[in-house]
């Protein structure tokens, strides 16, 4: 099983709303600082959002105020709530673990968001 399994992409409308989840085991969540990149056709996979283990989000300025980042230890999942998406929101988006203590990275597989009309 991959170590972490991302959902709930999908296309939307410009202007609307879409939320990812992020499943992982116990273990890896508890240890881990997870976090939200996204890579668009063509340009390089940059920083959507971070969550360190006290619950503590970071967001690159293009998102602020339109996602919000949260996790929930009891079902080992972070999610991502994406409002006011514009078509420039197009990407693949990967969940990632950052384990604290070693720095070891896990990434998911990652789940398209299309906006388009």
């Known amino acids: 099983q991959a170590p972490l399994v991302e959902s709930g992409g999908g296309l939307v409308e410009p202007g609307g709303s879409l939320n990812l989840s992020c499943v992982t085991s116990?273990?890896?969540?508890?240890?881990?600082?997870m976090g939200w990149y996204r890579q668009a056709p063509g340009k390089e996979r940059e920083l959507v959002a971070t969550?360190?283990?006290?619950?503590?989000?970071n967001y690159a300025d293009s998102m602020k105020g339109r996602f919000t980042i949260s996790r929930d230890h009891a079902k080992s999942t972070v999610y991502l709530q994406m409002h006011s998406l514009k078509p420039e929101d197009t990407a693949v988006y990967y969940c990632?673990?950052?384990?604290?203590?070693?720095?070891?990275?896990?990434w998911g597989q990652g789940t398209q968001v299309t906006v388009s009309p």
């Open positions: 990632y673990a950052n384990i604290v203590f070693t720095a070891h990275q896990y």
């Open positions: 116990k273990n890896l969540f508890g240890a881990s600082n």
């Open positions: 969550i360190d283990t006290r619950g503590d989000p």
